[in-house]
């Protein structure tokens, strides 16, 4: 396994991301943060910390499970159905989804419908802090902590302290994960 | 987990992850549009030998939260036979493309043979006197939304013990999650030997009113035979019945429940079914929650890797 982000740089391109948000939305009274579990999650949480340093107010982050608007529920394996919490009424905002991977585009897909299913937000957009390529549908992040091209055998792994205990993304070479 | 057939052999950590489920689907259920996608395509059927009126309209109405789509079996009041007739009535269901099969029959036992027979999931929405899974999954979530975890709380049920499916699959549930459960009733209505569950026996609502968190009070089943097997209904609500006076002896945070129907006057008093600790119409709504985690587990694609 092949280290390619070490906390640090979690941190910095968590720090440019918040200020990408505030910049390319004129401030953040209009947005919404919400985090796909599982690691979306903390993600979303430190970029609404920073954002909150920023704006001098107390910004929370949401959660949005993805988990029941999946289009492959026949074929892999079940995860856990995580919590959905909006901490506001979406309708005409802009809700930023936060992930830690982008690959397919078929979670975000998911999260497209399942914040359709919440309200109607005026726009929607994705930060992300890896994007690894290999999209099998037309979707883009908006905001990207770091592009790792990868070979499709490959894995990526961000970790967050809150949940492994260890800040960092990592590559592995695939074969049994 | 390819059926739910009985509460008895489920795991402490399986079931944990069927309420955490259920919890988000009571989230679902409180949204302006209160549907998920996630069984779209899937059909699911009820096949109710018997009167239902709560079990059958939840399942339905969870089926469809999920997207999924429903059929419904009754036969109505025709006497169907058992044995080769439920073989060839679940097979015929089968035929027309159902993904899974809720069953209810008064023969105790009648869903684990649908199981044998099948090759869809089958959820056992109560066998005779003998297992009722989904309502002890909605009744753990009813306690555990208002006490965090069942760990270390002393539930009393109450009432017709020997008849209630209700009962048996409850204190399977309730135990595996860490509470006490007493058995409180006449010597008439408790089953002949509950050492062989891991509960204990009390014949005095009185002696237990004060130490319980939680009194689940049954339904006196007259169609089982309940009145008769007691002097008069009075005499029940008098000795077990959950009275104004009984209500003001509980903890202040101790909570009431029934399965529905309620008997009001009977095991239960009018006001006390109306208080804001008698959780009934709560345990309705999660039942809905609760019957939606059952289905996603048993259609939502593999099982935990």
């Known amino acids: ?177 | 987990m390819n059926h739910l057939l009985s509460t008895e052999h489920l795991d402490r950590s399986t079931l944990e992850e069927l309420l955490d489920e259920a919890e988000g689907f009571a989230e679902v259920l409180t949204r302006p549009i209160p549907k998920v996608p996630a069984l779209r395509g899937k059909t699911v059927a009820t096949m109710f030998f018997e009167p239902s009126t709560r079990t059958r309209l939840s399942f339905e109405k969870a089926a469809k939260a999920l997207s999924a789509d429903t059929v419904s079996f009754s036969p109505g009041t025709s006497a169907i036979s058992k044995g080769e007739s439920l073989k060839d009535t679940a097979l015929t269901i089968r035929a027309m493309g159902v993904d899974l099969i809720v069953v209810r029959h008064t023969a105790t036992g009648a869903p684990w043979r649908l199981a044998e027979w099948l090759d869809i999931p089958i959820v056992n929405g109560g066998d005779g006197a003998h297992q009722h899974p989904t309502q002890a999954l909605l009744d753990c979530l009813t306690i555990r939304q208002r006490f965090g975890s069942l760990d270390g709380l002393k539930i009393a049920i109450v009432g017709d013990i020997k008849h209630s499916r209700v009962a048996r699959s409850d204190i399977f549930a309730m135990t595996t999650l860490g509470a006490e459960v007493i058995l409180v009733g006449p010597p008439t209505l408790l089953p002949l030997d509950p050492e062989a569950w891991p509960v204990s026996v009390s014949h005095d609502l009185d002696s237990v009113i004060e130490e319980v968190d939680v009194v689940y009070l049954l339904r006196v089943q007259t169609e089982r035979g309940g009145a008769s097997v007691f002097p008069s209904l009075a005499e029940y609500a008098t000795r077990f019945g959950m009275t104004p006076e009984r209500f003001s002896r509980l903890k202040p945070e101790a909570v009431v429940m029934h399965p529905g129907p309620m008997n009001r006057g009977v095991e239960i008093s009018y006001d006390v079914a109306d208080d804001e600790r008698a959780l009934i119409l709560e345990q309705v709504t999660n039942g809905v929650a609760a019957r939606m985690a059952v289905l996603f587990r048993l259609l939502g694609g593999e099982h935990d890797a």
């Open chain 1, 1 to 177: 396994m092949r280290q390619v982000m070490s906390t640090e740089d979690l941190r910095r391109v968590t720090t440019r991301i918040a200020h990408e948000i505030v910049e390319r939305n004129e401030g953040t009274n209009e947005v919404v943060i919400v985090g796909i579990p599982t690691r979306g999650r903390p993600f979303a949480d430190r970029i609404a910390r920073v954002l909150s340093d920023i704006e001098g107010r107390e910004i929370t982050a949401g959660s949005l499970d993805i988990g029941m608007y999946r289009d492959d529920l026949d074929t892999r394996p079940r995860t856990r159905i995580g919590p959905t919490e909006i901490p506001e009424n979406i309708d005409g905002k802009t809700v930023v989804i936060a992930d830690d991977v982008l690959f397919t585009g078929r979670t975000i897909r998911a999260a497209l419908d399942a914040l359709a299913d919440l309200g109607r937000p005026g726009a929607v957009q994705l930060a992300v802090v890896v994007d690894r390529g290999h999209r099998q549908l037309p979707i883009r992040a908006d905001f990207v902590g770091k592009n790792i091209p990868t070979a499709a055998s490959e894995r990526i792994l961000v970790r967050f302290e809150e949940i492994d205990g260890e800040d960092g993304v990592w590559v592995d070479q695939g074969g049994d994960g």
